[in-house]
């Protein structure tokens, strides 16, 4: 086992501890699958990553992005803390922007301010949700069929289903059955009322060893989210989404369609632990 530098990295939030953990192991080199996913296990975090050499020569680094029991193609908050924590170790980019490669491919992150954005990964599947979905995910969250405004496949790596209730408070007030939504990620959302701080209210449930979970801030799910939502006219082209409040956290995800019409998921991170792990 060797010395391994590590970092654990707070994301969406410049305040430690009200965003979203993940753990960064900044150098992944020789590690098994079965080592990365045993110890993304032990950390008891939603997600852990491993740092590798590019495969590709156009990226500046390569990813590996493990969660309880299961590796995944593509994660938003693992994409910006990671980013973070090889900015903090040194690394430096070649081009402008910052070019991650992992499951999906090429993922550019660029920098702003106090904060880093991913370019929304293509959506791997869109459009409607089927009814047979809908009733059973109603079914889940406790609610009538009726207060799902809107919906969507919302999947860019894990696969989201998404829909829209009638207001942030109902959102805030889910208690949602495990057993009835057995296999499902769901993604929620809502609008806030006009002239609060931020436009929409999110919440993600997703299962780990077969336990339904709740993800305190989820970046894959707001780049999906937002995709939707601006391709459906349900959203402006530039908000800031609130996400963990039912957790206890204060995580803010910013979202902007840039003139090409690109979709930029952003939000601040802060380095909470920084070290080495032996691996």
């Known amino acids: 086992m060797t010395p391994r530098a590590f970092q654990q990295v707070d994301v969406f939030t410049d305040t430690p501890y009200l965003g979203n953990p993940l753990a960064v192991v900044l150098d ?9 996913q045993r110890f993304t296990d032990w950390t008891n975090l939603s997600e852990c990553t491993f740092v590798l050499p590019p495969a590709n020569a156009d990226a500046d680094y390569r990813v590996r992005i493990f969660c309880p029991g299961r590796e995944l193609p593509f994660a938003g908050h693992p994409t910006l803390g990671t980013c973070h924590a090889w900015l903090q170790a040194g690394g430096q980019p070649r081009g402008e922007h910052v070019v991650q490669e992992c499951g999906v491919g090429l993922v550019r992150i660029k920098r702003d301010d106090a904060r880093l954005a991913f370019a929304a990964p293509p959506l791997r599947r869109s459009g409607p949700l089927d009814e ?16 799902i405004l809107a919906h969507a496949w919302c999947e860019n790596g894990p696969p989201w289903r998404g829909v829209m209730l009638r207001s942030a408070t109902q959102l805030l007030a889910l208690k949602p059955n495990a057993t009835v939504l057995a296999g499902l990620d769901i993604g929620v959302v809502a609008p806030k009322p006009a002239g609060a701080d931020t436009a929409f209210e999110v919440r993600a449930f997703f299962h780990t060893h077969e336990t339904l979970s709740e993800d305190p801030v989820t970046g894959s799910l707001n780049a999906a989210v937002a995709q939707w939502l601006i391709g459906a006219g349900l959203a402006p082209d530039r908000y800031v989404a609130a996400q963990g409040t039912a957790m206890g956290r204060a995580g803010r995800v910013h979202i902007e369609r840039d003139a090409d019409g690109t979709i930029w998921v952003g939000g601040a991170s802060v380095t909470c632990i920084s070290g080495q792990v032996v691996l």
């Open 132 to 147: 047979a979905d809908l009733a059973l995910i109603a079914r889940g969250l406790g609610i009538p069929r009726e207060d």
């Open 28 to 36: 992944g080199t020789g590690l098994s699958t079965e080592a990365m």
